[in-house]
């Protein structure tokens, strides 16, 4: 006895329907981050650049090195700002994601404004793929030109 094929239809649609459920069943679409909740506050490390005479009015140069992933810390626009003499960005929130939730080396490298000297602090940043903010953990606040 054959089928009709409009009961036939509703049994393979059936069957595609139970088996797309169960497939589905095995994915895990769960961030570990889900619960987390942050503030909007913006988080950001500042270094104070002095000399003999005080703090320094410019640098020549200033580049900020994450020493786990070897490459520059987006310092965006901020780089350049400088409202306070002396204090320069060095990490700010926009690098948490690209951190490593232990804490990564970042190498700072300035050059006074002259040109001629040039002196390195490293400082350790906490971050993380599930952390609101950047986290100072250890290192200088401030860097001395002689």
């Known amino acids: 006895m054959a089928l009709k094929p409009a009961i036939m239809f509703k049994k393979a649609l059936l069957i595609v329907f139970v088996a797309a459920t169960m497939l589905?069943?095995?994915k895990k679409n769960v961030s570990t981050c889900q619960?987390?909740?942050?503030?909007?506050e913006f988080a950001m490390i500042l270094m104070l650049f002095k000399d003999k005479d005080g703090?320094?009015?410019?640098?020549?140069?200033?580049?900020?090195?994450?020493?786990?992933?070897n490459q520059p810390v987006d310092r965006g626009s901020a780089a350049t700002i400088n409202t306070t003499p002396g204090y320069?960005?060095?990490?700010d929130d926009r690098?948490?994601?690209?951190?490593?939730?232990s804490g990564d080396d970042i190498l700072i490298t300035a050059t006074d404004s002259t040109g001629t000297q040039t002196k390195?602090?490293?400082i350790k940043v906490a971050g993380g793929a599930c952390a609101c903010?950047?986290?100072?953990?250890?290192?200088?606040?401030?860097?001395?030109?002689n």
Request: proline share 4%; glycine share 6%.
């Open 24 to 26: 589905s069943c095995g």
């Open 133 to 145: 903010h950047i986290k100072k953990l250890s290192g200088p606040d401030e860097l001395q030109f």
């Open 88 to 91: 320069y960005l060095i990490i």
């Open 55 to 69: 703090p320094v009015k410019s640098l020549s140069k200033l580049t900020v090195i994450n020493k786990r992933t």
């Open 95 to 101: 690098s948490t994601k690209g951190l490593s939730e």
């Open 35 to 40: 619960d987390k909740v942050c503030t909007e």
């Open 120 to 122: 390195t602090a490293i």
